[in-house]
């Protein structure tokens, strides 16, 4: 069996581990586009800033492709996919494949129509990997006015980078408020105010227009307010965007991203998709998106592996969730946390804490959950909004400090507690990490 | 593989099973010696009303180190901990991989390693980790921690709070 996966992050890695659960035999190749090792994405924002050592951000040790005997193909693109023949043309090379997982991930999303970014392009810069952390490092160095485009959990921890590297940041975002996906007003409020006590500066409602210097070198940019602000390093972080544009005219179903059903197949044969590129079930709105956050991935990776190597693991759907920190704020955030009409809320403001607790029901089923600083045993609230609990037995404890599993109804606590829980049908070998 | 299993009907909210892990995991495996010689602290309500523990610690309330909590509500008790499931969603979480099953199944942190994001207090849905502010891997942020969950007493036959508990709410058996 050939097993060929592209992409080597979160969900390429668990794919690996789950087909070596089940199958020591069958031939792996991982190809990834990056010559590092395993990295987590996830931390380069805090790596640029100077906050972790280098070795924290590698998710498995050096021997992890020998171990598991994964060919590994790095600093390699797959250029395009030849599904009739069951191969892929991956720089100029053919690969054939038996079992195919498409883990490409995003791509970060360049807005058109701003004027000068190519005039300007030595001080222009998308941040979504470790070479970016690494080139913007060395680059920085030299500048002192950093600008960026995006106030989602991208730009908001670029900006508290550069915080850290003491340089003069703002940030421009396009929503009336910060981390409009993530967060409410009243959230990123707190967020907002936390990070000016840091100096930066924000323009919400607003947008970059056009970017303006001399001789290449970038002095300003003018947003579309009209406002001009003074920058010679612009970063633009408004979204990242899943990497499919290459599997064009291949007859593979894409809307967002690949669409893919509860055993991680796309439409066509043999081919598997998992991570940021795919569109899968989401619970809360029963639809299928692209939910781009490291546990969806890990899950989605997991389940495709099983699959591809012929376990019938069924993958139950996932959740927006989000667990971030800005200054002294640990925010962790279930669901959709900005209520609509006719959904119902309740919530808790601790103002001398800044310990901010808000639940969004539906029906009596929370559909958004959001802890600011408060976020001992967020994780119940999981359970309940994934299994889909009425919580109207108990909806007037669940912001109390004391709820628990003590305050849930039996049957529900003795589900959760007396059984030996398994999410899929069969578990995953999960490796042995070495200190 | 053999866990901890709650028998909330008999559990009657002593919270000896609470001191019993800070007492296994402590230096001094002794009452006295683990509260004034190592500053461990067994009472919860010393932290009532600090939502971030690092700032309870710092006002001398620290909360209770404990890997086990009981959970109280209108005269029903429940003590819960990590389960160690057969597929763990806080290592599917883990932003860098200090979380891990190692090979009897147990699920474990590398405190080496874990940076504090807490993913895995959101992604568990179990509600059985804490934040351990005794350590920090990554100074530059407020409030940092370690991932703090049941190891399942990896020096004991039997985990500590299933010896101590005096009306065997507890139970470590495969299941």
Known sequence: ?435 | MKAVYPIATRCIDCHLCEIACIIEHSQTKSPVSAHFLEGLQFNWQLSRGYADPAEAKAAVRPSPLSRCRVSANSFRFISTMCRHCEVAECVLACKNGALYRDASGRVLVNEKKCIGCWMCIMACSYGAITRNIDRQNVPGVAGNGVNHHCDLCPNRRTPACVYVCPTQALAYEER
């Open chain 1, 1 to 435: 069996m050939e097993y060929v996966i592209v992409g080597n992050s979160f969900a390429g890695m668990f794919a690996v581990e789950a087909i070596r659960s089940v199958d020591r035999d069958g031939r792996i190749i991982l190809i990834g586009d990056e010559t590092e090792r395993l990295y987590s994405r996830a931390l380069i924002h805090e790596y640029l800033g100077g906050l972790i050592d280098e070795s924290l951000i590698y998710l498995r040790d050096d021997a992890f492709y020998d171990r598991m005997q994964v060919t590994l193909l790095a600093g390699r693109r797959a250029e395009k996919l030849l599904p009739d023949d069951h191969a892929l043309v991956v720089d100029g090379e053919t690969i054939g494949y038996d079992k195919l997982l498409l883990a490409v991930g995003g791509a970060p999303f360049v807005p058109p129509g701003i004027d000068g970014l190519e005039k300007f392009k030595d001080s222009v810069f998308t941040f979504t990997r470790l070479s970016d952390a690494r080139l913007l490092s060395e680059l920085v160095k030299g500048r002192e006015k950093i600008v960026v485009l995006g106030a989602g959990l991208i730009g908001m921890q670029a900006a508290d980078a550069f915080v850290h590297l003491g340089k003069d940041v703002t940030v421009v975002e396009l929503a009336d408020h910060v981390l409009p996906l993530a967060l409410d007003e009243l959230a990123a409020q707190l967020v907002q105010e936390e990070m000016e006590l840091a100096n930066v500066t924000f323009h919400t409602s607003d947008s970059v227009a056009r970017l303006n210097g001399k001789a290449g070198k970038l002095k300003s940019l003018t947003l579309q307010s009209g406002k001009e602000i003074p920058a010679d390093l612009f970063v633009i972080a408004i979204g990242v965007r899943p990497n499919i544009g290459w599997l064009k005219d291949t007859g593979l179903i894409v809307d967002r991203g690949i669409v893919v059903d509860e055993h991680m197949r796309t439409s066509l044969d043999d081919i598997y998709a998992a991570g940021d590129c795919a569109q899968g079930l989401e619970l809360i709105s029963g639809s299928r998106i692209v939910l781009a956050t490291i546990p969806i991935a890990s899950e989605q990776g997991m389940i495709a592996g099983l699959n591809m190597a012929g376990q019938a693991a069924e993958y139950q759907g996932g959740i927006p969730l989000n667990a971030l920190q800005f200054g002294r704020l640990q925010i962790i955030s279930y669901g959709y946390v900005k209520e609509r009409k006719g959904q119902e809320v309740i919530s808790v403001f601790n103002e001398s804490q800044s310990a901010y607790k808000k639940i969004v029901l539906e029906d009596n089923r929370i559909a958004g959950a959001l802890f600011v600083r408060a976020i001992d045993r967020a994780g119940l609230f999981r359970y309940l909004i994934e299994e889909k609990v009425d919580v109207s037995p108990f909806k007037n404890v669940l912001l109390s400090d004391d709820f628990g599993p003590a305050a849930l109804p039996t049957t529900i606590r003795d589900e959760m507690f007396t059984t030996r829980r398994s999410r899929i049908h069969r578990p995953a070998l999960q490796t042995v990490s070495p200190a």
